[in-house]
């Protein structure tokens, strides 16, 4: 892994070539889970009276069903992304939701045009493991930044287990078997291949929690099938 892989234009760029692919791929090489994982990151958190609702790193809007399904129904959603392909995808995704105020703002997350104070809670599903500690660190300060006083967050990624015969299972998968599905899917081994090792390096959320806890955050840690998936939940204090 090098600085470059973390580069906006590097990352911007894979999820560029993935978009056609990606639904299907996340849906598999999370065995399923996915969809599941994305909900219980929803629902970790109260969401009910919020009016505004960041979905950040929102892809082609995968999240919305389940912030949709909980949030009251005048909040509005705003979904961040940089890639022009998923922000394509988001955008034909928003006529599921025709009764839902959503807006898309096609940016990176750092240089977002977010208000200070102004949104009561932030979901992110997924988008952890292609950020170094330098952008993990400006993340915490984006969302202590546009979060209101008391508003609350939630954010997953998968994660290596620590259980062993998951964890070489699952490395096993992550190593092997998801670039030869990258290649069906998407016709190269490469793309898939470097989500593997985005997945290896970030392991699981705890570096994820030590970051945060340097802020005003009231954080806690949340593990989703045996560590297969994890994240943080918190709430900005007063
Ligand atoms: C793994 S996808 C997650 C999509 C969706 N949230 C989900 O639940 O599946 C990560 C997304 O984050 C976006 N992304 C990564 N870094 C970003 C950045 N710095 N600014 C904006 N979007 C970014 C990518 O373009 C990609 O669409």
């Not at 092997?176 to 998407?186: A, D, E, M, S």
């Not at 570096?207 to 045996?226: A, D, P, Q, T």
């Amino acid at each position: 892994m090098t600085k470059q892989h973390y580069e906006p234009k590097f990352v911007e760029k894979l999820f560029d070539k993935m978009s056609s692919s990606y639904s299907r791929m996340n849906y598999i090489t999370s065995f399923g889970f996915s969809e599941r994982w994305r909900k219980q990151c929803v629902n970790e958190i109260e969401i009910g009276k919020a009016k505004v609702i960041v979905d950040l790193l929102t892809g082609m809007g995968e999240c919305w069903k389940f912030i949709d399904e909980k949030a009251n129904k005048n909040a509005k959603i705003i979904g961040i992304d940089f890639s022009t392909e998923m922000i394509k995808r988001a955008q034909k995704n928003t006529e599921k939701y025709k009764n839902r105020n959503i807006e898309l703002l096609k940016e990176n997350v750092f240089k977002n045009s977010i208000k200070d104070n102004s949104v009561d809670t932030v979901i992110s599903g997924f988008g952890l493991k292609t950020f170094n500690n330098e952008q993990l660190t400006e993340l915490t300060n984006e969302i202590n930044r546009m979060l209101k006083p008391n508003g609350n967050f939630s954010l997953i990624d998968v994660s290596i287990p620590k259980n062993r015969v998951l964890r070489i299972f699952y490395t096993f998968y992550l190593k092997y078997v998801i670039p030869i599905l990258g290649k069906l899917f998407l016709g190269n081994v490469e793309t898939y291949k470097m989500l593997g090792i985005y997945t290896s390096e970030f392991n699981n959320s705890r570096n994820v929690e030590r970051i945060f806890k340097k802020h005003n955050f009231e954080i806690e840690y949340v593990e989703y099938f045996y560590g297969c998936a994890s994240g943080i939940k918190g709430v900005k204090k007063e």
